[in-house]
């Protein structure tokens, strides 16, 4: 299995399809103290990431606003904002324009793809009038959003399941990114042992977290605890000999490529 350091989009894969280790992958500081990132992928340009958080007791974000969807995993610990308490477990959605200050108590690590640059308070008046990683051009005078809601919170193991477009596939969706710029989709997956997805192809990026089990992407293997970046215009399968539990952030449905017609891997 690749266990390869991550580096800014575009990333130099090796692949259409890689493979990270999140036990293998360096961790980097995020700039607060305490808190630390896996970089999978990375655009500051264009505000988009995908990796791994891991915050340290007492480790603070400090306020921001999401001028993008971000959509996240809770793989253990909790984290608090004015909101409400996130734990183990859980989705958490921060919709565009939501603005909070997480906090962490215990030890906690998260996985999750940001679709929007972050806005930090500017030093000279402490409105959110800054964009972050530098670039100041968003123009941003006031708070805008004040009263609207910082967090959705899913109790993924409650969410009901749909059967997939295979045997062998149960789904739950997550969120869907209608009316945002990357229209997305987050989902989990279960793919039962011997599940085989035929050949497809992507028409957008799309990200994998396996959460459980092991799958096999093209002739890639990852498991538990491997991220999986597949860029767009991928043809692949996916397959799992004895079974995985799969987070997905596809950015368009796939095109099958046996000639069946068939519903969306991903939930399109």
Known sequence: MPQTTPTHLPNRKPSPVTVYDMAATDWVSSGPSGIWQQNIRNDPSAGRW?????????????????????????????LVDHATRMQGGQAVINLTGAV???????????????????????????????????????????DTTVGEPADLLIDVETMPETRGPVPGVTRRMLFDYVGEVHYARYSHLVLAPGTQVPAHRTTGMTDLFVLAGEIRAGDIAAGSGCYVVIDADTELTLATSYGARLLAWADGPVHWLDGVKRADLYGH
Do not use: Q
């Open 100 to 142: 909070h200050d997480v906090i962490c108590y215990d030890a906690s690590l998260v996985v999750a793809r940001v679709d929007g640059a972050v806005l930090y308070p500017s030093p000279e008046n402490g409105v959110l009038g800054e964009l972050g990683l530098g670039a100041a051009e968003a123009g941003e005078k006031y």
């Open 50 to 78: 995908f990796g791994g958080v891991r915050f340290e007791p007492l480790s603070r974000s400090g306020i921001h606003r999401h001028l993008g969807p971000a959509a996240s995993f809770m793989l253990s610990g909790s």
